[in-house]
């Protein structure tokens, strides 16, 4: 970045991750197709992976380290497992994870 001034020496640089949300995918493929998007690592979610096939697989082409969120804390949750992370494959059928399905009980 040009426009900032370092105090000290140029920090330098950990691990940078973008989470994809459920929208603006569109706007990520148009920043990769112009070569415009300089995140090597991206985060994706279970609930909007279907929509966002044509991104994930142009990150996939481009050599882009992909991560998959499992939501396991949503899944843990009563409030947050009734949205859309009881439809991931390997969210339980029958309600919220527990201890017991962490062999913590």
């Known amino acids: 970045m040009q426009n900032v001034v370092y105090l000290h020496a140029e920090p330098t640089p950990i691990a940078q991750f973008l989470r994809v949300g459920t929208s603006g995918h569109r706007q990520l493929e148009n920043f990769l197709a112009g070569g415009q998007l300089p995140s090597r690592r991206l ?39 009734e949205g859309a992370g009881q439809d991931a494959p390997w969210a339980n059928p029958e309600g919220v994870l527990s201890p017991f399905h962490f062999g913590r009980c």
């Open 43 to 81: 985060v994706v979610g279970p609930s909007a992976f279907a929509k966002q096939k044509d991104l994930v697989a142009s990150l996939q082409e481009g050599r882009r380290e992909l991560i998959l969120d499992t939501n396991v804390a949503e899944l843990s949750c009563l409030g947050r497992y």
